[in-house]
Each structure stands twice: as structure tokens, then as C-alpha cells.
């Protein structure tokens, strides 16, 4: 296994604990072939020559199971396998953003996340952004890409690791 997908699996671990909370979805082949199915840009990869260095996924949804989700109505897995594919979209979900720690700083997750929102928004009338943040970093970015995009934020304010 390549040295920064090593660590890339690690950092994922680490942040977000997903072992711990079945709640949050985890990320593996079945979800992000659906993923790709809601729209080509939900994942983005960032590679420095040396395998991935960053990895952010946004997922379009609608307001409607946006709201849910910020009232705890349902969890984040429960958001992605009710956003169908196909329908029309009015909000997106910064899910993650995951940057090695020599590249964080450069905006690199940020200009990731406004490129796939933008590539979102050529068919989708996106209106609000949202955010369950891990850390203050995370908040940050969320904060500085709704600016940027002119979005509505609105952030889920509980601890991790607590399922709904």
C-alpha cells in the first residue's frame, strides 16, 4: 500500500472514528459507486506525486432531508442513502475534508470543494451548504467556502462519535 494512503486511512481514522459511530457513513466501494451515481463530483482526490495528499466529499441533497439531518431526524448515512440520484438538488453537504498534515494550509481542500460545488451547481440551483464539523479547521473551511460561494451555511452543532 502506498505510503500516503496509508497514512490518508489513518488520518480518516482518526478524525472521524466511523468504527465507532454506525450512524456516519463509511466510505467504501458500494457508496462511492453511489456517490458517483448522484453526481461525478461528489469525491475529489488530490495526489502530489506520491499517492493522494487530500480527499474531499460533498454531497448534493435537498433541503428537505438537509433539515432532517440538522434536526437529527436522520444520521449521515441515512442522508446519503435518502439522496436519490437524479432529482433535482438545492443543498450540499461538506461531508469531509481530509488534507496531510504537510499540505494543509494551501488551500488545497478549500479550492477542492468549491471546484465539485461549483461542477454541482452548473445543474443544480444550490442554495445552502452544511456541515457537521469534526474540528475547528473543518468549521473554518465550510465558513470560508460558503463565503466564497455566496451559500447559506448552516453547521450541526453535536459532539461526534454519538449516533442518533
Same mark, same amino acid.
Given at each position: 500500500m502506498n505510503e500516503n494512503l496509508a497514512r490518508m486511512l489513518l488520518l480518516v481514522d482518526e478524525v472521524f472514528d466511523v468504527k465507532n459511530d454506525p450512524g456516519q457513513l463509511n466510505v467504501d466501494e458500494e457508496v462511492m459507486e453511489r456517490l458517483k451515481q448522484i453526481h461525478p463530483a461528489t469525491l475529489s482526490e488530490y495526489d502530489d506525486g506520491n499517492g493522494p495528499a487530500a480527499w474531499v466529499l460533498v454531497l448534493p441533497t435537498t433541503k428537505a432531508l438537509m433539515n432532517d439531518f440538522l434536526k437529527g431526524v436522520i444520521n449521515e448515512r441515512q442522508l446519503a442513502e435518502f439522496t436519490l440520484p437524479c432529482v433535482s438538488y438545492d443543498a450540499v453537504y461538506l461531508c469531509s475534508a481530509i488534507v496531510l498534515p504537510e499540505h494543509r494550509r494551501k488551500g488545497i481542500a478549500k479550492d477542492m470543494s468549491v471546484n465539485a460545488i461549483k461542477a454541482i451547481m452548473e445543474q443544480h440551483d444550490i442554495l445552502s451548504l452544511f456541515c457537521w464539523p469534526f474540528t475547528t479547521g473543518g468549521e473554518s473551511? #465550510?465558513?470560508?467556502? #460558503?463565503? *466564497?460561494?455566496?451559500? *447559506?451555511?448552516?453547521?450541526?452543532?453535536?459532539?461526534?462519535?454519538?449516533?442518533?
Open positions: 473551511l #465550510a465558513q470560508s467556502i #460558503a463565503g *466564497e460561494m455566496g451559500l *447559506e451555511l448552516l453547521l450541526l452543532r453535536k459532539p461526534h462519535g454519538n449516533v442518533f
